[in-house]
C-alpha cells in the first residue's frame, strides 16, 4: 500500500483508513475545506469585519484589502507599494500574503485524526418496513403494519408427544409477523402517536477518513502616508481580538467551517524615512498570522469520494434457550468498603469474587405482614434499593428459574424461592413466597452457598 488510495479492503492487522470497500452512499455530500477556504476566510477578517478606515476630505472609506497572487505578490515580496493605472500610489491599503504551509500543526490539533469519524447518523431507508414489522404503537387496524390479527393459525396434525402443531398464514392484502409483538408504550396508549420513539431502528453511519491538520502562516503590511493613519490601523487590529488576553481571532469561511487565527507580537515597522527625501513618504509595519487548518472533503482533479455508508443490523440473536435449573443469585454490590475488617481474608478470594462493598442510602430491614389465608404473621425480606452504585442493600437474594413442587400438596408452581429468614437459633429457612410454608427440598437446598 503506497498512499491510502490504494488500500480498498479491510483487515485486522493495519489501521483502517476510511476509504476501504465501496459503500458509498448515494444521497448525501458535505462542502469541501481546503487551503482556499482559510485564505478567503482570513481574507474577510480584514476586508469586512475589522473597521479599517480612513477619512478622504469629509467622506469615510473602507481601507482596501488586497491577497496578493502573481505580480502583486512579486511586487510585495520586494517591500514595494502598489500603484494604480496612473501610477499614484495606493494608500491606505492593507496587503496578505500567505508565506508558507506547515504541514504539522502546533496549535488547534484535534481528535479524529487515526481512525475514520462518524459524521453522520440517520435512519436507514429500510428501516420504514422494519417499523411495519415492529409495530411499535401496537395499531391493529392498519393493513400495512404488523399485527396478530393479521395471523391465521390452522391447526395441523395432532401428536400425543408433541401435542398439536399449527401453520400459519397472513390475510390477504395485510402484514403479518410471528415475532414478539413488543410493549406498547405508555404515551402510544395514551394517542401521543406523533412523538418520537427512536430505539429499535435501522441506522445509517456515514463515516468519513481521518482529518489532516496543517498550519497557515500569512504576512499582513499595513501601508500609508501618514503616521496618524498607521496608528488608527493598529488600533483597530488590537483592539478586535475575540480574547482580550489573547490576540486571536475566530474566521468562517463561507461554507460555515472556522478556524482560528493566532496573531503574532511583534509589528515590525520598515518605513522610509530616512531617504524620503527623494522617494514619496511612506509607512509601512508587517506582523505574521498563524491559521491552523483542516482538510475535509478535498475537491482536487482525481480525488476519490470519502464518504462511506454502513448500516446497522437491529436483530442479530445467538441464542440457546436450555433450563438448567440453576440458581441466579443477586450480586449485592455497592461503593468499596471503607472498612478493613473486610479485607482480612481478600487474598483467599478468587478472581471473580465479589468485592467488599457498603451499600449507601438504604438497609436491610425484616418486616413482618398478615397473610389472611394462614391467618398468621409472615416475616418479609425488605430489601430497600439504593442510589449510589446501583446496589441493593442487605443480604443477597437468591432464586431458582425450576419449577419446584410443594412436598404437602404435590403441586408444581414456577415461582422461585425468594423468601430467607433466619431464626434465633442460627437456623436458616425457606419459605414458599406463594403458600407461606416451609420448603423441605432439601437437594435443592444444599446447592445454595450458605
Not at 396478530?148 to 409477523?177: C, E, F, N, W
Not at 482529518?211 to 501618514?226: G, I, N
Not at 515590525?268 to 487548518?293: H, I, K, Q, W
Request: net charge neutral; aromatic share 10%.
Amino acid at each position: 500500500m503506497s498512499t491510502r488510495y490504494t488500500k480498498t479492503i479491510s483487515d485486522d492487522v493495519s489501521v483502517p483508513t476510511g476509504l476501504e470497500g465501496t459503500n458509498v452512499p448515494d444521497d448525501f455530500s458535505l462542502p469541501s475545506c481546503t487551503i482556499e477556504d482559510i485564505d478567503r476566510a482570513f481574507f474577510n477578517l480584514f476586508n469586512e469585519e475589522i473597521p479599517f478606515f480612513y477619512k478622504l476630505q469629509k467622506d469615510t472609506r473602507r481601507i482596501p484589502v488586497i491577497f496578493a497572487t502573481g505580480e502583486r505578490f512579486a511586487i510585495l515580496r520586494r517591500k514595494r507599494p502598489l500603484r494604480d493605472n496612473s501610477g499614484a500610489l495606493i494608500l491606505p491599503l492593507i496587503s496578505m500574503m500567505r508565506t508558507t504551509v506547515t504541514q504539522d500543526s502546533t496549535k488547534g490539533s484535534m481528535p479524529g485524526q487515526n481512525a475514520p469519524m462518524v459524521i453522520k447518523k440517520r435512519l436507514s431507508k429500510d428501516d420504514v418496513n422494519y417499523q411495519r414489522i415492529l409495530n411499535k404503537d401496537g395499531l391493529k387496524n392498519q393493513d400495512n403494519v404488523a399485527s396478530p390479527t393479521h395471523v391465521l393459525r390452522d391447526p395441523g396434525m395432532y401428536t400425543a408427544a408433541s401435542g398439536s402443531i399449527q401453520s400459519y398464514s397472513t390475510k390477504p392484502g395485510t402484514v403479518g409477523t410471528r415475532r414478539r409483538q413488543p410493549v406498547v408504550g405508555l404515551r402510544a396508549r395514551q394517542g401521543q402517536l406523533l412523538r418520537n420513539n427512536i430505539g429499535r431502528n435501522i441506522y445509517e453511519i456515514i463515516t468519513i477518513p481521518p482529518t489532516k491538520f496543517f498550519t497557515v502562516t500569512y504576512e499582513v503590511t499595513f501601508w500609508a502616508q501618514y503616521t496618524q493613519q498607521m496608528n488608527e490601523m493598529m488600533m483597530a487590529l488590537m483592539s478586535s481580538y475575540q480574547d482580550n488576553n489573547q490576540r486571536t481571532f475566530r474566521i468562517e469561511s463561507d461554507k460555515g467551517y472556522w478556524f482560528v487565527a493566532y496573531v503574532n507580537a511583534d509589528i515590525t515597522s520598515a518605513t522610509n524615512f530616512d531617504d524620503f527625501a527623494d522617494n514619496e513618504r511612506l509607512v509601512r509595519y508587517s506582523f505574521n498570522a498563524e491559521v491552523p487548518g483542516y482538510i475535509i472533503n478535498p475537491d482536487f482533479t482525481g480525488a476519490p469520494v470519502p464518504f462511506r455508508s454502513f448500516t446497522t443490523s437491529p436483530d442479530v440473536v445467538f441464542e440457546i434457550i436450555e433450563n438448567k435449573n440453576d440458581l441466579q443469585q443477586t450480586v449485592v454490590n455497592g461503593p468499596p468498603s471503607g472498612d478493613p475488617s473486610k479485607y482480612i481474608l481478600d487474598d483467599l478470594d478468587e478472581w471473580d469474587s465479589d468485592y467488599p462493598a457498603d451499600a449507601i442510602g438504604g438497609g436491610h430491614a425484616i418486616a413482618s405482614s398478615f397473610d389472611a389465608n394462614l391467618k398468621k404473621g409472615v416475616a418479609v425480606n425488605n430489601h430497600k434499593t439504593v442510589n449510589v452504585g446501583g446496589a441493593v442493600a442487605g443480604k443477597s437474594l437468591v432464586s431458582s428459574p425450576k419449577i419446584l413442587t410443594d412436598p404437602f400438596t404435590g403441586k408444581k408452581y414456577k415461582d422461585p424461592l425468594k423468601a430467607r429468614a433466619s431464626t434465633r437459633k442460627g437456623e436458616t429457612i425457606f419459605k414458599d413466597p406463594n403458600t407461606g410454608k416451609i420448603n423441605t427440598d432439601f437437594e435443592f437446598l444444599e446447592n445454595l452457598d450458605m
